[in-house]
């Protein structure tokens, strides 16, 4: 089974912290994103990677930076935590696959709040 | 932009009837399709998925179906039980990236 695990379940910062969400997987995917979930706004995507040392842009990456130094690892990075970035934080991962099919699996999220 | 959406945000069943989850999506040129379980406080969890080369697929009490005519999905879970109660989201694949609709929260009573 794919494992995918993050760093924190729940996690309380302040305004102005800078603040590290850590994501890991098990199955060498070459794969791996960040989403936010927030109610009435689905899942939305912040940053992914498609290899160790690349990074793109999602829909939403104003305000975080991401850094990929070796292949299961994904890390997300707050620079200035604000009290709009208190949301659930998923990450995913998935093997490059022909054709379009990428399976996505995640991890079981961060409940992050900004205080 | 292209999006993925649901009809219903909310369904609620009885134990043991079969359940109807829905998706419509606009973008013609989706390869691929996966339908997510979100429980409260946990991650979506992969259920099934299907090509856009296909019309139907079934797995363990479950069934998808699509209809490109229409661009419309639908989950199918037969003999719906309590576990079953949580969030379903379509996502839609188009290269590596998935778009996601915004949810059926599915309730399930006894």
């Known amino acids: 089974d794919v494992k995918v695990t993050q760093s924190s379940r729940y996690l309380v910062k302040r305004t102005g912290e800078k603040v590290f969400l850590e994501c890991v997987q098990d199955?060498?995917?070459?794969?791996m994103f960040w989403y936010r979930q927030d109610p009435g706004l689905g899942l939305r995507l912040i940053y992914f990677s498609y290899d160790v040392k690349m990074k793109e842009k999602g829909d939403i990456p104003e305000g975080y930076s991401v850094s990929r130094e070796k292949k299961e690892r994904f890390s997300l990075i707050l620079e200035s935590a604000s009290t709009n970035q208190t949301s659930m934080y998923l990450c995913?991962?998935?093997?490059?696959?022909?054709?379009?099919?990428?399976?996505?699996?995640f991890g079981p999220g961060t409940r992050l709040t900004v205080l | 932009g292209e999006s993925v959406g649901l009809h219903l945000p909310t369904l609620s069943v009885q134990e043991g009837d079969n359940s109807i989850i829905n998706c419509a999506y606009s973008n013609s040129a989706s390869d691929y399709f996966i339908w997510y379980k979100q429980e409260s406080g946990k991650g979506p969890q992969f259920i099934i998925d299907?090509?856009?080369?296909?019309d139907k697929r079934q797995g363990q009490r479950v069934t998808v179906l699509l209809n490109k005519t229409v661009k419309h999905l639908s989950l199918q879970i037969a003999a719906t039980q309590p576990g079953d109660s949580a969030v379903y989201f379509c996502?839609?694949?188009?290269?590596?990236?998935?778009?996601f609709g915004e949810g059926t929260q599915l309730t399930v009573n006894p």
């Open positions: 199955m060498d995917h070459e794969n």
């Open positions: 299907i090509r856009s080369n296909m």
């Open positions: 995913a991962s998935s093997l490059w696959a022909s054709g379009g099919t990428d399976t996505q699996y």
């Open positions: 996502a839609d694949v188009s290269g590596s990236r998935l778009t």
